[in-house]
Nanobody, 119 residues
Framework: VQLQASGGGLVQTGDSLTLSCTAS?????MGWFRQAPGKEREFVGA????????DYADSVKGRFTISEDNGKNTVYLQMNSLKPEDTAVYYC????????????????WGQGTLVTVSS
């Protein structure tokens, strides 16, 4: 499975941005992680399970929303009320089993898309 992430860019504090990630095949779980300069890659949010459920890092809960279009094998990360600390390269990840917060649970990774939030 190959993942293609897109939608990053330069925005201002308080703006919104939507990232998308399209998988070349069927997946069961899709997650978003981010990595800021000099920091480790961290969990942002994920969607998994049947029925579908979502999980978010505390730092983005209430501001970010994950949704999916199964017909397009695409997952979206709607990011609202962006802050400078949200600046990072955002990676989408996918697996064929139940996966949420742990990086090692994901088999496939996209190339990353840069989000920069200016103050």
């Amino acid at each position: 499975v190959q993942l293609q992430a897109s939608g990053g860019g330069l925005v201002q504090t308080g703006d919104s941005l939507t990232l998308s990630c399209t998988a070349s095949g069927r997946t069961f779980s899709m997650g978003w992680f981010r990595q800021a300069p000099g920091k480790e890659r961290e969990f942002v949010g994920a969607i998994s399970g049947n029925p579908r459920s979502t999980d978010y890092a505390d730092s983005v809960k209430g501001r970010f929303t994950i949704s999916e279009d199964n017909g397009k094998n695409t997952v979206y990360l709607q990011m609202n009320s962006l802050k400078p600390e949200d600046t990072a390269v955002y990676y989408c990840a996918a697996s064929t089993s139940v996966s949420m917060r742990r990086r090692y649970e994901y088999n496939y990774w996209g190339q990353g898309t840069l989000v920069t939030v200016s103050s």
